[in-house]
């Protein structure tokens, strides 16, 4: 009599983190907002190869170390789209630089920063820091230079 092996489980795809914990560099943290989050926690300053831009979905991106995140003068760090709720926390802006919203453009969206700063962000348009068209805007303890 032979026997045959005991099937295991089906290995299923892995999933993917809810938080990711450990953010150095730009294309884990776009991983991070693409896939929602829910916590993108950055922790290694980060110069953007280009703008991030977040659609529908609710994400928080933040740091407990004030860590900059930098758009190195050449483009808009952060888009912020078409229902996307994105909560801003702990973070050094600094150095965007687009046509509205010079670091973050906010359309049809909401945003919440609280505990950051914008550092010399600057739009050919409207909005330095930050631009709003038909969104919901909350800022706390946020200083703009």
């Known amino acids: 009599m032979t026997s045959s092996p005991t099937p295991g489980p089906t290995p299923g795809p892995t999933p993917l983190p809810t938080t990711f914990n450990d953010i150095m ?4 943290l776009e991983l991070c907002v693409s896939t929602g989050g ?3 926690v950055v922790t290694r300053n980060i110069t953007f190869q280009s703008t991030l831009t977040i659609t529908g979905v609710a994400v928080t991106i933040m740091s407990t170390d004030s860590v900059g995140l930098s758009g190195n003068g050449t483009k808009p ?6 229902g996307a709720k994105v909560t801003l926390s702990g973070l050094n802006l600094k150095s ?3 046509t509205d919203g010079g670091c973050v453009s906010v359309k049809h969206a909401n945003l ?6 914008f550092e010399s962000c ?6 330095g820091g930050i631009y709003g ?4 805007i ?3 303890h946020v200083t703009f230079e």
């Not at 560099?25 to 884990?28: A, H, I």
């Open 25 to 28: 560099d730009f294309d884990r």
């Open 38 to 40: 829910p916590t993108c």
């Open 77 to 82: 760090l952060f888009m912020v789209e078409h």
């Open 96 to 98: 965007g630089s687009g």
């Open 112 to 117: 919440t920063v609280r505990d950051s700063s």
């Open 122 to 127: 600057s739009a050919s348009n409207d909005g």
């Open 133 to 136: 068209a038909s969104s919901t």
């Open 138 to 140: 909350d800022t706390h």
